[in-house]
């Protein structure tokens, strides 16, 4: 099993930065991806951004490419998400997820096996 803690959320003005960081505790090995998502009141849960653990190789919804940077520690297990030129459209609770498999894509909810709490983000405009 894996233990997943986000922090960093936070109200900024639009245009603003954040940097979300998930760490992660428990049987770390099983990992072989992470991935953020994001659900907004009244939304489904969507993809954010997703990176493979060993081979580093990251994964973004068009709607935040060229905007938000998924990295990660590995002497921390941590994973980071540095979200730049914030938008009001980017409110939401962000959730850090891990998968223990590489059945589905890096995209997928589904494929995802453990899930920390939540962190609100609110851009106001």
């Known amino acids: 099993q894996v233990q997943l803690v986000e922090s960093g959320g936070g109200l900024v003005q639009a245009g603003g930065s954040l940097r979300l960081s998930c760490a992660a505790s428990g049987r770390t090995f099983s990992s072989y991806a992470m991935g953020w998502f994001r659900q907004a009141p009244g939304k489904e849960r969507e993809f954010v951004a997703a990176?493979?653990?060993?081979?580093?190789?990251?994964y973004y919804a068009d709607s935040v490419k060229g905007r938000f940077t998924i990295s990660r520690d590995n002497a921390k297990n941590t994973v980071y998400l540095q979200m730049n030129s914030l938008k009001a459209e980017d409110t939401a609770v962000y959730y850090c997820?891990?998968?223990?498999?590489?059945?589905?894509?890096?995209?997928?909810?589904?494929?995802?096996?453990?899930w920390g709490q939540g962190t609100q983000v609110t851009v106001s405009s």
């Open positions: 990176i493979r653990w060993r081979s580093g190789s990251t």
């Open positions: 997820a891990a998968s223990s498999n590489l059945l589905a894509g890096p995209d997928k909810l589904f494929g995802y096996d453990y």
